[in-house]
């Protein structure tokens, strides 16, 4: 999707099936309305900071939400937050990684560069929908931003 | 150097229970912890299920094997907040009950966090300054007290250290069995950990400390980097897909080969019975003799969404998503 509005959701995902059920899973939730999607951790960048393709875009307001796969091409996701967090246009932006690594270390990783939620990508359609539906919920509906941050 | 004819084959494949999010593999078994709150036991021969044990409708928040018992922490959630968590202890062979103890707490204390070196279990709660040693019964044995003003955010067991990471400085605090502090360092994040020490990032650098938390050297490696400790090698896998063995002692490399793929591997490499096995960018688990960095043996199959990688004692275990259901695959390395 692409508009001149700013998207409720920038959506990180490489992975085509995921992104097709992540796109199913929000659309169907119907609290999202703004949906942007990049494939890789370079283009996740240019979006957030208005650069290269995204050049055009207005810098404010930021996503309410960014979904992010950790494994992504041309720039590593842990990259992409890192970068997210330095920044102080960006480092209020809720970030929720979802992965299908459970590994201990990769938690652990993103917990210290500042993630907000690390979702391991539930197993089957049904629980991935579901998931998927209930993180729109809490961070669109119920979290609360901090003034003067996402919106 | 000449090598037998290898291969590698699938020696069993088992549906997993739901919620299944930490594995440990030892005693000739696969362990698997439920966030629900079970701990189940399959034989690493065939994948039968040796055992299941826990107790419905209690949540697990953490699972150790130290020596030859199991330790779980469950805790019993009121509406509001968890107010009840009990540590149970099991005979890691059998599943028979070592002991119990039911945490005496306070109020609300939020999530436990539990690690192991390889003679000691500790937890910790969240909203507490204190890490607490266990026994195999399940029995309060060792306290050691936090620096003031910070709060334990998890646990991990790194030689004989029990390493606490902590906030608000996103810092690590190593200790030793006798409470001493072994370890201080801020704005750090543990790369990989394990009987033989710890491997941290700090701004871009990594650096290695022996089991006693003395440093032993310093490399820079970039974020995405994948790395092991086994013994007097470190494996590690860059940002470009290349996998180098360093000398444990003096960071010193021995052998860099490429793991099969040009981005940085999936997980952490695991090590056993003499290979490193990397589950590289393309989903592809290969195995790599640790002697000279040799290409060994790799399953045909490739496992794009792999959740976890472990191996042990002639077997390496993939835990992936095989249509729609969590699976656990064993391979099984054969020479000759």
């Known amino acids: 999707m692409r508009s001149g509005l700013a998207p409720d959701i920038l959506l990180v995902e490489d992975d085509p099936s995921d992104l097709e059920l992540t796109l199913r899973a929000l659309k169907k939730t119907t609290i999202a309305n703004r949906i942007e999607v990049v494939r890789d951790g370079a283009e996740a960048l240019e979006f957030l900071f208005a650069e290269g393709a995204y050049a055009s875009r207005a810098l404010e307001p930021m996503p309410r939400l960014v979904l992010l796969d950790l494994k992504l091409p041309k720039v590593d996701g842990l990259e992409v937050l890192k970068r997210i967090r330095q920044d102080p246009r960006t480092k209020h932006v809720p970030v929720v990684a979802l992965t299908s690594s459970q590994e201990r270390v990769d938690v652990m990783k993103t917990y210290a560069l500042g993630i907000n939620s690390y979702v391991v990508k539930p197993v089957g359609f049904d629980a991935f929908m579901v998931a998927v539906r209930e993180l729109g919920m809490y961070w669109l509906l119920l979290n609360q931003a901090p003034e003067g941050g996402t919106r | ?336």
């Not at chain 2, 928040?61 to 130290?66: R, Y």
């Not at chain 2, 026994?135 to 998890?154: K, P, R, W």
Request: charged fraction near 20%; glycine fraction near 10%.
């Open chain 2, 1 to 336: 150097m000449s090598h037998a004819k290898r291969s590698c084959v699938t020696r069993w494949q088992v549906a997993l229970p739901p919620g299944i999010n930490r594995l440990h593999a030892a005693h000739g078994l696969v362990f698997g912890a439920s966030a629900t709150g079970a701990v189940s036991a399959w034989s690493r021969v065939d994948g039968s299920l040796r055992y299941s044990r826990g107790e419905t409708g209690l949540m697990c928040e953490g699972f150790e094997v130290v020596g030859d018992t199991v330790l779980v922490v469950l805790a019993k959630r009121s509406k509001a907040e968890v107010w009840s968590k009990t540590v149970f202890a099991f005979d890691a062979a059998t599943g028979a009950e070592h002991g119990r103890t039911e945490l005496q707490l306070d109020g609300p204390v939020g999530s436990t966090c539990m690690a192991s070196t390889a003679t000691q279990a500790y937890l910790a709660l969240a909203k507490t300054g204190e890490i607490v040693g266990i026994d195999d019964h399940a029995q309060e044995n060792v306290l050691i007290a936090v620096e003031a003003g910070l709060t334990v955010n998890t646990l991990i067991g790194a030689g004989e250290m029990v390493v606490a990471l902590v906030s608000p400085h996103q810092g690590l605090r190593g200790y030793l069995l006798d409470e001493s502090v072994a370890l201080t360092l801020d704005d750090a994040m543990p790369v990989a950990w394990g009987h033989d020490g710890l491997l941290a990032m700090v701004n871009g650098i990594v650096r290695c400390f022996d089991p006693k938390g003395v440093e032993r050297w310093r490399k820079p490696f970039d974020l995405s980097s994948r790395m092991a400790l086994a013994g007097p090698q470190i494996i590690a896998v860059d940002h470009l897909g290349m996998v180098h063995s360093l000398d444990a002692a003096t960071g010193e490399p021995k052998w860099t080969v490429s793991s099969g793929a040009k981005k940085p591997a999936m997980l952490n490499p695991v090590v056993s019975d003499g290979f490193a096995w990397v589950l590289n960018a393309l989903g592809k688990v290969v195995g790599f003799d640790l002697t000279d960095g040799r290409k060994a043996f790799a399953p045909n199959e490739a496992f794009p969404h792999s959740r976890a990688l472990l191996a042990g004692e002639g077997l390496v275990f993939v835990h992936r998503e095989v249509e729609g259901h969590d699976t656990l695959t064993a391979f099984e390395l054969k020479e000759g």
